[in-house]
């Protein structure tokens, strides 16, 4: 991506966020907008991430036009080799890949919290080159995000429990999309190498 063509100055994207410049800051660490990180020091902003955050319909069809959008999730505390092929894989899947980054909140529905903050996760998925785009996953289940984001396909992980992935699959049968069920990289874990870290001490 040529950042020097997608970029967009504070005034306009506090203008198509309906929000005062002020307010642009940083991601919370809920989840919600504060802003979008500011490459460089003249305060500009990925543009197609604003247009996503603006909500408008009009400016995603632009962002997602003639695309097929794919959108999966991972908490990413510990970024490893298993994340990067589950990513790799699930880009494969389409042209465009949403990432939804599990807030603290949304993990600990499920497990303890993550030893890396949300917004150090969020950066971190969102610079790998395979990942169009992260954003914040506010629940353990995508079907917040897939309702407003629409994606043509859902990638779970075969690792979830089968009630996450039916509602999964009735999520995207009400936008008329498919779910693709990926094999879990079952060799090396978060959770593993904080043990053995635990273990070394």
């Not at 954003?135 to 990638?155: E, G, R």
Request: overall charge positive; some cysteine; glycine content about 6%.
């Amino acid at each position: 991506m040529n950042n020097k063509n997608n970029l967009i100055n504070i005034t306009t994207a506090a203008e198509i966020l309906g929000v005062s410049k002020d307010t642009l800051r940083n991601w919370d660490k809920s989840g919600k907008l504060k802003s979008i990180r500011t490459p460089g020091n003249h305060r500009r902003y990925i543009e197609k991430d604003i247009i996503k955050l603006s909500g408008d319909k009009e400016n995603k069809n632009y962002l997602f036009k003639n695309k097929v959008v794919v959108y999966t999730y991972v908490c990413g505390d510990i970024l490893h080799r298993g994340h990067l092929l589950y990513l790799k894989n699930a880009a494969l899947l389409g042209d465009f890949l949403i990432v939804g980054v599990l807030t603290d909140e949304a993990v600990m529905e499920k497990k303890k919290k993550p030893v890396m903050c949300f917004e150090e996760r969020i950066e971190l998925v969102g610079c790998l080159k395979m990942v169009d785009m992260a954003v914040p996953q506010s629940t353990y289940s995508p079907s917040l995000n897939i309702k407003s984001l629409k994606p043509d396909i859902l990638m779970e992980s075969d690792s979830h429990d089968d009630d996450l992935i039916e509602e999964g699959r009735k999520c995207m049968e009400e936008i008329n999309g498919r779910i693709v069920i990926a094999a879990y990289y079952p060799y090396q874990s978060s959770t593993d190498i904080k043990d053995k870290i635990k273990k070394e001490k």
